[in-house]
């Protein structure tokens, strides 16, 4: 989960220091390298695809956990070549930097220094994987991380990597996997891989069915289900590397998820492990949908805490309604699934983007890209699900028209925001219109609705009634 970026707090630690007074992180690295059967003399090789802000995060974190031990491990991430830093950006990051003596330290030791004074005067222009290699994330100036190892050609990155950590947007994550599987056809271990990414997408041929990122990369890759896990859960990147107490979850089968969240497991980033693989990411990318709402009612209503709290009520029953129509048996909106969903619609990017969008300082002709932020994933996501639920084969019947309608129907809230984003037919007010409408049901309505399991449609996941 990506979001604001504060500078960075007051902490007992540096960037890139070594938090290893006891050897634990040396024992969960030497546990993880057996279960993998990496021999001895052969570092376990890490490798993050994507440099958003939450997939840099994530492997600096690493990075600072386990990077002094490289004759056990290597971690490298991927970006894209070529995405160059404008003067304004890197303006902003020169002052950044002088704001931090340890990172202005480390720049000149590092003879780095020079060129971000370049840049600033416009001397010299930088991009990108540069920057990062220093540390900086380009979606997330105000927070340094550690220095990284950065990869720029895909191949390199990826051939001989044992974890592949996908912070790619779900928007993009087949492309790459696509090309991934290409150096991968001569493999012989199968590597595990952890995906970040929160969307969907809809198929709706033959049968109309969800496919979530790690589906993706499974068809992409032909990698085992087994192999592939999610990783989700109430964080905002920049507070977490600021070391922000939060925690997560690891979803997916259990040979390698529990391993796997007692190795990320840290003082501040408590790692659960949990089975519903589905839910969780599914989840994902519904709080990604709804968090623009939020940051609408928010604008639109002048932080009002009552507007925000119905509006919360009645999309988080839209959520459950969803979930329900996808599994027999969802993990319930409750602690961490609930809390990410809260931290979302609070202060992600997504309802920071619903927050503008309403206040008139962004427009939907500016797409779903935003400088400094990155990719909107709220957008294709409210696409997917509408379109999905919109199949009249999978119509259900009103309870109180008694009469067969699409699911979608009995999402208002999702509508609306289909009717604003995508079809441009509506205003941001149409949000509160649609929260003052007095024909709205009762929350608890659909919610008990959906839990009588009668609208379960395991077709939407591409299994047999």
């Not at 050897?23 to 993998?36: A, P, S, T, W, Y």
């Not at 930097?97 to 010299?124: F, M, P």
């Not at 604003?420 to 941001?428: G, T, Y």
């Amino acid at each position: 989960m990506v979001g604001t970026t504060e500078g960075m707090a007051n902490s007992g630690y540096s960037n890139g220091s070594v938090q290893n007074s006891n050897g634990v992180q040396e024992e969960k690295l030497d546990e993880l390298r057996r279960l993998i059967g990496k021999a001895e003399g052969d570092p376990m090789r890490i490798v993050g695809v994507g440099a958003g802000a939450w997939g840099s995060v994530f492997a600096a974190m690493l990075q600072d956990n386990y990077g002094h031990l490289r004759d056990k491990v290597q971690i490298r991430i991927w970006r894209r070549p070529g995405r160059f830093v404008d003067r304004a950006t890197a303006e902003h990051l020169f002052e950044v930097i002088n704001s931090r003596e340890d990172v202005l330290r480390r720049l000149i030791r590092r003879c780095a220094y020079l060129k971000y004074v370049e840049a600033r005067l416009g001397d010299r222009v930088l991009h990108a994987d540069e920057i990062l290699k220093d540390g900086f994330c380009l979606n997330m100036i105000d927070t340094p991380l550690c220095p990284m190892k950065v990869v720029t050609n895909l191949q390199e990155a990826v051939w001989d990597a044992d974890i592949v950590i996908n912070g790619l947007p779900s928007t993009e994550t087949r492309e790459v996997f696509e090309e991934i599987s290409k150096y991968w056809k001569e493999r012989i271990t199968v590597p595990i891989i952890i995906s970040l990414a929160k969307g969907i997408e809809a198929e709706l041929e033959p049968e109309p069915r969800v496919i979530t990122p790690t589906q993706m990369i499974n068809r992409a890759t032909g990698v085992p289900m087994e192999n592939i896990l999610y990783l989700g859960g109430p964080n905002i990147a920049s507070e977490i590397y600021n070391k922000e107490y939060a925690n997560a979850r690891i979803c997916g089968a259990e040979k390698w998820r529990k391993p796997l969240a007692k190795f990320l497991r840290q003082p501040h980033f408590i790692v659960w492990d949990n089975g519903d693989l589905i839910t969780h990411e599914v989840m994902g990318g519904l709080k990604n949908a709804y968090a623009i709402g939020a940051g609408m009612v928010a604008a639109l209503t002048n932080e009002s805490a009552t507007s925000k709290s119905v509006y919360f009520a009645h999309c988080t029953s839209e959520m459950i309604f969803i979930t329900h129509l996808l599994s027999e048996d969802p993990e319930k909106l409750s602690g961490p699934l609930l809390a990410d969903t809260y931290v979302t619609l609070l202060k992600g990017r997504n309802a920071w983007y619903g927050q503008k969008l309403a206040d008139g300082e962004l427009s939907l002709e500016m797409g779903d890209s935003i400088k400094g932020k990155g990719m909107i994933q709220g957008i294709s996501a409210v696409k997917a699900f509408y379109e999905l639920l919109s199949q009249s084969c999978l119509s259900i019947l009103h309870s109180e028209e008694n009469k067969p309608v699409a699911p979608v129907e009995l999402c208002p809230i999702l509508k609306t925001l289909y009717n604003i984003l995508i079809a441009r037919e509506a205003s941001s007010q149409a949000i509160l219109q649609a929260l003052r409408d007095q024909t709205m049901n009762d929350p608890r309505d659909r919610i008990a609705m959906a839990q009588t399991h009668a609208f379960y449609r395991p077709s939407l996941l591409g299994q047999q009634p």
